[in-house]
């Protein structure tokens, strides 16, 4: 069977040991899972001691499948090894667990899973790798702000098929790691209302950002930047400004409410929820409108509109 190997790390400003007792106790799992937020009805049974060896964590839904993990090895503070099976739609085994540091009153943690497939899947395996990589990154970003303030600022609802007006968008263009994108756009950002004033160009409509292409083999977007325009307004010729149309249409709608930094979770149950009504993609690009400005609204509040155009 084709193997594979996916592992992911970040930095946590909370003691190690509070950081293993999320990790180590499936009852803390369904707050974290990058997963459950496609569907948060989708039936979880834990068993009653939830974090020992032996201790079962099983998932069922129409959106997420079904799945069983189970706790194989546990060291306190330092691992935890679990046996993931995955039921349906396709039946697999694999090894997955995380893998704790303790450096002074911080916490490097480390998610991995060893796994394989079916052979006849083996030219899925670029695709599971990236994808499981964004999945688990997420999760690590959660389970991080969980440990470091007691909760996670992150709240994601399927608002449906909607018709939309045309959008244009005036901005730059850049390219960025799937994992790195937060960072390039806050970069970009002063760049981008330096270009705007220079040129004379009005500053009050909204934020947008347009991801025209993924590529999943290198993990990066291509992305435009910008401010939605009217239709009247012209762009100075000698502007840098990258203009961006899309015109009226259907689109799938979610909204998130809450840290930028978790943004990949409404895009994630986006592409799901998609996959599972079987949607039919307009691939030329997709968008997020922010709503409000983290100027003058709190993190927990920040409202960001994600829209998946379909043909």
């Known amino acids: 069977m084709p193997v594979w190997n996916v592992q992911k790390s970040i930095e946590i400003d909370a003691p190690v040991s509070k950081v293993y007792q ?8 369904t707050t974290w899972s990058p997963w459950l937020i496609a569907e948060p009805q989708a039936n979880v049974d834990i068993s009653d001691t939830s974090n020992q060896v032996g201790s079962i964590y099983h998932w069922s839904g129409s959106v997420v499948g079904e799945g069983r993990l189970e706790h194989l090895r546990l060291e306190t503070d330092r691992l935890v090894e679990d046996r993931l099976d995955f039921i349906r739609p396709t039946k697999s085994e694999s090894k997955t667990g995380f893998k704790l540091e303790a450096i002074a009153n911080r916490t490097k943690l480390v998610w991995w899973i060893d796994g394989n497939l079916p052979w006849y899947l083996f030219f899925l395996k670029p695709m599971i790798k990236t994808m ?5 990154q997420r999760g690590l970003t959660m389970i991080a702000e969980l440990a470091e303030t007691g909760s996670i600022s992150s709240k994601t609802e399927v608002l449906g098929v909607e018709s939309i007006s045309p959008l244009r968008v005036a901005g730059f263009q850049d390219q960025s790691s799937v994992y790195s994108i937060n960072e390039s756009m806050e970069q ?10 220079e040129q004379g160009m009005p500053n009050e409509g909204s934020m947008v950002a347009v991801y025209t292409q993924f590529n999943m083999k290198k993990e990066t977007f291509s ?3 910008g401010k939605a325009i009217p ?8 502007s840098k400004l990258k203009e961006w149309k899309h015109p009226a249409c259907r689109a799938l709608h979610v909204r998130h409410t809450g840290s930028y930094k978790h943004l990949g979770n409404a895009w994630s149950v986006a592409n799901r929820i998609a ?3 079987k949607l039919k993609l307009n691939r030329s690009a997709c968008f997020e409108i922010y709503t409000n400005s983290p100027v003058d609204t709190p993190e927990e509040s920040l409202q960001t509109d994600i829209y998946l155009p379909l043909r």
């Open 188 to 197: 970009m950002l002063p760049k981008l209302q330096d270009e705007y004033r």
């Open 231 to 238: 239709d009247s307004l012209l762009i100075p010729t000698q």
């Open 223 to 225: 992305y435009i930047l």
């Open 275 to 277: 996959s599972h009504q």
């Open 132 to 136: 499981v990589g964004m999945d688990y």
């Open 22 to 29: 999320i990790v180590s106790d499936y009852r803390t799992w």
